[in-house]
C-alpha cells in the first residue's frame, strides 16, 4: 500500500474517533493512530507515522478555517449534518488544499478513493463536487506541477 495513502487512512480513522467523541483539539490528539495497537504502530513505516501525524495536526490547528470553508461550499448540508466519516475527509483535504504543496488533483482522488473506502457507496460524489468546486475557486492550479513526493 502506498505510503501516503495508507497515512491518510490511519489520519481520517483518527479524526473520526476524536470527531466522534468530541475531542476534536490538539490536546486530544493520540500518541499512537487510533485503532492501532502499539505494535502495530510501531510496525508502520517511520514516513506514515509523521506523514500521518501531520494531517491530524495540522487539520486541527486549522479546525475553524476549515470548518467555515466547508460550510461556505456545502450550501444544502451544514457542517454537523455532513455524515462524521465525510466530514473528516472534507477537513483533512481542505488542509491539504489551504496548506499542502501537492497537486489538487492528487488530494480529491485520495479524498473520493476515502470515501469509497470508508463511506457510503455515493457519499464520494458530495465530497468530490465541494473539493472540485472548492479547489477551482479559491486554490487554482499554479503553472508549476506539485507532485505527492512520498508517493511508492
Not at 493512530?33 to 501525524?53: A, P, R, W
Not at 470548518?67 to 449534518?81: A, F, M, T, V
Request: aromatic share 10%; with cysteine.
Amino acid at each position: 500500500m502506498k505510503t501516503r495513502h495508507k497515512a491518510r487512512e490511519l489520519a481520517l480513522q483518527t479524526l473520526y474517533a476524536m470527531d466522534f467523541n468530541k475531542e476534536l483539539d490538539v490536546l486530544h490528539i493520540p500518541a499512537i493512530f487510533s485503532g492501532n495497537t502499539e505494535e502495530e504502530h510501531d510496525q508502520l513505516e517511520e514516513e506514515v507515522k509523521i506523514y500521518g501525524m501531520y494531517l491530524v495536526r495540522g487539520t486541527l490547528e486549522n479546525l475553524f478555517e476549515i470548518d467555515e470553508l466547508i460550510s461556505k461550499y456545502s450550501l444544502n448540508r451544514p457542517i454537523e449534518r455532513i455524515d462524521i466519516v465525510d466530514r473528516n475527509i472534507l477537513r483533512m483535504s481542505v488542509f491539504c488544499l489551504r496548506f499542502g504543496n501537492i497537486h489538487p488533483h492528487i488530494i480529491i482522488d485520495e479524498a473520493v478513493k476515502l470515501s469509497q473506502d470508508f463511506s457510503t457507496e455515493v457519499n464520494y460524489k458530495f465530497i468530490n463536487g465541494i473539493l472540485d468546486t472548492m479547489q477551482k475557486q479559491l486554490f487554482p492550479v499554479k503553472e508549476q506541477n506539485r507532485h505527492d513526493t512520498f508517493e511508492d
